[in-house]
């Protein structure tokens, strides 16, 4: 069955930069997504990844995959108070229809950034 | 452009009774899902809609869970009787799909149900 996993908890200082990770465990993935959540929000899409790159840079955000690892990570540069949130990783579970693609999601990493 | 959205945002009601929910996706996106999310957890799809179509639906609890998607556009999520163990955020979300392609999904603020 798929699984995704993550670290519950990441804390890092304001400026700094934050590397949230995330394993997943279905090689047919054909693309893995971030989300960002919000207290009392939905889920808002950050960036995502084709299963064929092994990195994507979008402004603050750098997402690297190793695909013979399975891995995921998601680096935030210059951490601000407002990034505190849950990020959740996804893949992108193929469906034996051929019609869209089910989302797995971890469990979230809870990022807290100090002033 | 409104994205999800879902009403009520919160729901408080007593074990046994019902509960429905209801989602207006995004305009012109094909493709509905419903999930749940439990505290401390990541979404679980409890089902899929293709159009009006619901092609995904092995999550569902059938025998208290029932969803329906008339004429391809609004949702609702019901449940009757609810439990305790029903307590949880039920997420909205859509997506204009491709076979096999990138599947983003916007999601909706979400309704958070308590029951006591």
């Known amino acids: 069955g798929e699984d995704v996993e993550q670290s519950l908890f990441l804390s890092v200082r304001e400026g700094d930069s934050s590397v949230i990770n995330c394993t997943y465990t279905?090689?047919?993935?054909?693309?893995l997504y971030w989300y960002k959540q919000e207290p009392g929000a939905g889920l808002q899409l950050l960036t995502y990844?084709?299963?064929?790159?092994d990195m994507k840079q979008d402004q603050r955000l750098t997402v690297l995959l190793n695909k013979k690892d399975k891995h995921l990570s998601l680096r935030i540069a210059d951490t601000q108070t407002g990034d505190s949130a849950i990020y959740f990783c996804a893949e992108s579970v193929g469906i034996s229809s051929g019609s869209a693609r089910q989302l797995t999601f971890g469990s979230g990493t809870q990022l807290t950034v100090l002033p | 452009e409104a994205g999800v959205v879902q009403s009520p945002r919160y729901k408080i009601i007593e074990k046994k009774q019902p509960v429905a929910f209801w989602c207006n996706p995004i305009?012109?996106?094909?493709?509905l899902y419903w999930y749940r999310q439990n505290l401390g957890q990541g979404p679980e799809l409890l089902i899929r809609y293709e159009n009006e179509e619901a092609v995904d639906d092995s999550q569902l609890p059938k025998d208290r869970f029932s969803a329906e998607r008339l004429k391809g556009v609004d949702s609702t999520l019901k449940i009757q009787p609810a439990e305790l163990g029903d307590s949880a955020v039920y997420l909205c979300?859509?997506?204009?799909?491709?076979?096999?392609?990138?599947?983003?999904?916007?999601f909706g603020a979400g309704t958070r149900l308590s029951v006591l």
């Open positions: 979300a859509s997506s204009f799909s491709l076979s096999q392609g990138r599947n983003i999904q916007y």
């Open positions: 990844i084709f299963s064929n790159m």
């Open positions: 279905d090689s047919s993935s054909t693309y």
């Open positions: 305009s012109g996106h094909n493709t």
